[in-house]
């Protein structure tokens, strides 16, 4: 089996964003990249909103009171 390296964050951002203005042009790359954005946006806040929906709020309540609790002992 072959090993695959990686890239860090930076360098895939930097290669895949030349990637887009050498196979589409600086226009459709920058229409490309606006386009992508809100799908993300729309997930993460769907994810927000099923994590609010599904919280006990008198347990949550309580762990964070707990936790400051803990921390000011320190």
């Known amino acids: 089996m072959k090993m695959v390296k990686c890239l860090d964050e930076n360098e895939l951002l930097e290669r895949g964003i030349d990637a887009l203005y050498k196979g589409l042009g600086p226009v459709e790359a920058r229409r490309f990249m ?7 946006r729309e997930d993460s806040v ?7 929906a599904s919280l006990d709020k008198d347990e949550f309540l309580a762990r964070i009171k707990t936790a400051h609790e803990k921390a000011r002992k320190k």
Do not use: D, G, N, S
């Open 34 to 40: 606006a386009l992508a954005r809100p799908v993300q």
């Open 46 to 52: 769907k994810r927000h909103r099923r994590w609010q």
